[in-house]
Nanobody, 127 residues
Framework: HVQLVESGGGLVQAGESLRLSCAASLSTFSSYLMAWFRQAPGKEREFVAGISRFGGVTQYKESVKGRFTIARDNVKNTLSLEMNSLNPEDTALYYC????????????????????WGQGTQVTVSS
């Protein structure tokens, strides 16, 4: 049974930082692309950051470049998202996602590329 469990969300003020984590119960974690998506109320779920199977390639939504850092640990089966200089526009429910891939050095931004999703962790940034 595959599980992705996010943690680390919370309420912060603008300019502060948070670190999200995702623990994955995947038997071959390194076979999966991993990504963070987010969904704000009334909006579509959107790609935030993604990382290739062995971490060699990362990709970010333009508005988070330079502020967010995605990383993975293929020994501990974990994914993280370090978020700095948060602003109210970052307020959303953040989801961890995993997608099987036969190609090691790619990232995919489409929701359709991901097979498994966590339940989400709420990030709220006050101004």
């Amino acid at each position: 049974h595959v599980q992705l469990v996010e943690s680390g969300g919370g309420l912060v003020q603008a300019g502060e930082s948070l670190r999200l984590s995702c623990a994955a119960s995947l038997s071959t974690f390194s076979s999966y692309l991993m990504a963070w998506f987010r969904q704000a109320p009334g909006k579509e779920r959107e790609f935030v950051a993604g990382i290739s199977r062995f971490g060699g390639v990362t990709q970010y939504k333009e508005s988070v470049k330079g502020r967010f850092t995605i990383a993975r640990d293929n020994v501990k089966n974990t994914l993280s998202l370090e978020m700095n200089s948060l602003n109210p526009e970052d307020t959303a429910l953040y989801y961890c996602a995993a997608g099987i891939s036969g190609v090691p050095d790619i990232v995919r931004v489409s929701k359709n590329a991901y097979d498994y999703w966590g339940q989400g962790t709420q990030v709220t940034v006050s101004s």
